[in-house]
């Protein structure tokens, strides 16, 4: 990378800190006496993105060319401010929990936060005049309308509508620039939302057409899309956006497939080729409809911390596969089915050595999973393990006495026959008597 791109660089993630150092700045002075309790916090969010904006102006000043630690530490301090603007987006829903707001009064054309909960209305043309709202949320009806006036919003930055079964979104919606966060329950965006520049959740949204615009939003870091359709033009869509989005850290992919078509499965392995393979994208969850147990899952990012499948069919080769992620930190598999080559080997699962810094393994809902063995020397810094209704699971997984890192263990869900093994005692008893925590919830 040449040195005028690593300054844009270091330029870009200054620029980032200044606009949540502004963002604290405004609660602080704005919200008041609504701070009670969480002042401090928010006191301490400013101070620490202080000194994040005084080493970036001193990584700015370093101009060696290929200056790896400069950048890596540059891309860090984004990721770290991130997650400060996820804190203060918390802090802001606790503040407007406190608030007791009734539209069409005065006082509300000035008030940054709104939420109605419970309350079945038409949200009236008026609310186009709350020129300075940012934070809008809507839970409790069963359907609603937005009215054309909220593309008057033009400081509006989130809009939570997750709470709304059905809601219709005017025109207009598409046309506010400064909208960051849009979480919804299942709708279709326009193909107009590549306006939205600034975009940076876009959570539960419907696959389709709009997705020729995904490349647009270069902005995003979290990104969660529903009814994806393996085969057809949908997944050629993703697989052109996709690995575009370098700010990309979070992805959920809800995907239906045929399990009797060839082309297809070459579609959805295409799909997860294509996935974001830079060092932001840390956060993957595949819920799978038909999903067989060889595709594509090799072809996983390398930089992947968090991983959750869901409907996939396992079988060896795939546990295999995933055994090569070395950066994977916590792997969840609910809701699978493992599979096998012949009967001996059938819902039998061996991980022989991979998987050299995961901390939690979470297993639930498995059928067919009646075995699984940890080799020598697999999973070694494994610290949590969670077993939840894996009602064929026979026995305690083998080789959990030689993990010396494995501190808390809970099992929930499972049959008596396997609570009564794990008992002090019980036959696995051995495996888990050197495990600090241990909880069982039958």
């Known amino acids: 990378m040449c040195v005028c791109e690593e300054r844009e660089r270091e330029k870009m993630a200054s620029a980032v800190v200044k606009f949540a150092l502004e963002k604290v700045g405004n609660i602080l002075i704005q919200e008041g006496l609504l701070l009670y309790g969480v002042r401090d916090i928010i006191e301490w969010l400013r101070t620490e993105l202080r000194w994040m904006e005084c080493f970036l102006i001193d990584a700015e000043r370093k101009e060696k060319k290929g200056d790896e630690r400069v950048k890596n530490w540059v891309m860090e301090v984004r990721d770290v401010v991130f997650q400060a603007e996820d804190v203060m987006d918390t802090i802001i829903e606790q503040i407007d929990k406190r608030r007791k707001l009734l539209l069409g009064r005065r006082s509300t054309r000035i008030i940054r936060l709104l939420k109605r909960e419970d309350y079945e209305f038409n949200i009236p043309e008026e609310v186009g005049g709350l020129i300075h709202l940012r934070y809008f949320k809507l839970t409790g009806f069963v359907s609603c309308s937005l009215p054309p006036s909220i593309g008057n919003l033009s400081n509006l930055q989130t809009l939570d509508v997750r709470g709304i079964t059905q809601c219709t979104f005017p025109k207009s919606l598409w046309k506010i620039q400064t909208l ?3 979480r919804c329950h299942g709708i279709m965006p326009s193909s107009d939302i590549g306006r939205l520049k600034m975009l940076q959740i876009l959570e539960n949204v419907k696959a389709g057409g709009w997705m020729r ?43 239906f497939v045929s399990p009797t078509a060839t082309a297809t499965a070459t579609a959805t392995t295409t799909l997860f080729n294509s996935l974001p393979n830079h060092r932001n994208f840390r956060k993957l969850t595949l ?36 055994e090569g992620l070395q950066g994977l930190v916590v792997l969840q598999i609910r809701q699978c089915r493992i599979l096998g080559g012949n009967r001996a080997n059938r819902g039998r699962i061996y991980v022989r050595g991979g998987f050299p810094r995961l901390r939690h393994l979470r297993l639930a809902h498995l059928g067919w999973l009646r075995y699984l063995r940890i080799e020598s020397g697999a999973m070694k810094d494994l610290a949590q393990l969670t077993i939840d209704h894996c009602m064929d699971l026979r026995m305690m997984p083998e080789g959990l006495e030689q993990l010396a890192s494995l501190k808390k263990l809970e099992v929930s869900g499972m049959p008596p026959g396997f609570v009564r093994r794990i008992r002090e005692g019980g036959e696995d008893f051995h495996k888990i008597q050197h495990i600090p925590s241990i909880q069982i919830m039958i």
């Open 287 to 322: 819920s799978c409809s038909g999903l067989g147990p060889y595709t594509g899952l090799s072809g996983l990012s390398q930089n992947l911390a968090n991983l959750s499948l869901e409907g996939v069919q396992l079988a060896q080769e795939t546990v295999t596969a995933l």
């Open 180 to 182: 960051v966060r849009f």
């Open 213 to 255: 615009q995904l490349k647009e939003l270069s902005c995003l870091r979290k990104l969660a899309i529903t009814q994806v359709v393996s085969g057809n033009e949908q997944v050629d869509m993703l697989c052109d956006s996709l690995c575009k989005l370098d700010h990309l850290t979070s992805l959920y992919l809800e995907i």
